[in-house]
């Protein structure tokens, strides 16, 4: 399963919960980035300056990443990728190889005041004013056309994000109703 959404939608939150209920093993590319910035990993040192400035890691960084922490069996929970259709191609090809394949996306859709008002309450380093425009700005242009790539696949089900914790993960169960 794929949560999207832009920052601040409440993907991580969800994510917390739907990988306890359904078993999933939860992977966050936001979390392993940050994770090894703070250990000054080569990652790290290598992928500072993106998560700094609100852009996105290169493509081929992130892509390698997954594949290293794809679970090689059992359910899974992608939370923060893919965020390029780029990233979408190279997931369908690597679970492709492995005879598996993404089962559900689950598209949160929040206005940008909310997601603003969100993220800049959450005081993360990345959450300036400045940076939380730019990763909006990033999210629409590079992650938005995920919605019809995923669309078009009959995976994508809308939920609003912009209610309670509980009222979005009731409108998710809804969303799943019937997925394998
Ligand atoms: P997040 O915690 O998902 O909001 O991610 C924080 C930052 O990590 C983003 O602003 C990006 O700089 C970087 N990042 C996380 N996931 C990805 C991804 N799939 N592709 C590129 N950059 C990413």
Do not use: C
Not at 106 to 119: K, M, P, Y
Request: no cysteine.
């Amino acid at each position: 399963m794929i949560l999207l959404g832009p920052p601040g939608a409440g993907k991580g939150t969800q994510a917390e919960l739907l990988s306890r209920r359904w078993k999933l093993a939860h992977i966050s590319t936001g979390d392993l980035l940050r994770k090894a910035v703070q250990a000054k990993t080569k990652l790290g040192l290598q992928v500072k300056r993106f998560i700094d400035g609100g852009t996105l890691v290169p493509d081929d960084v992130v892509v390698a990443l997954i594949r290293e922490k794809l679970p090689r069996s059992g359910g899974f929970l992608l939370d923060g990728f893919p965020r390029t259709i780029e990233q979408a191609q190279a997931l369908g090809k690597m679970l492709d190889e492995e005879g598996r394949r993404i089962d559900r996306v689950i598209n949160f859709s929040v206005d940008e005041g909310t997601v603003t008002q969100r993220l800049m309450g959450r005081g993360r380093s990345d959450d300036t004013l400045e940076t939380v425009r730019m990763r909006l700005e990033v999210y629409r242009k590079e992650t938005e056309p995920l919605i019809v790539y995923y669309q078009k696949q009959g995976k994508l089900r809308s939920v609003d994000g912009s209610g309670t914790v509980e009222a979005v993960s009731r409108a998710i169960d809804a969303g799943l109703e019937g997925t394998p």
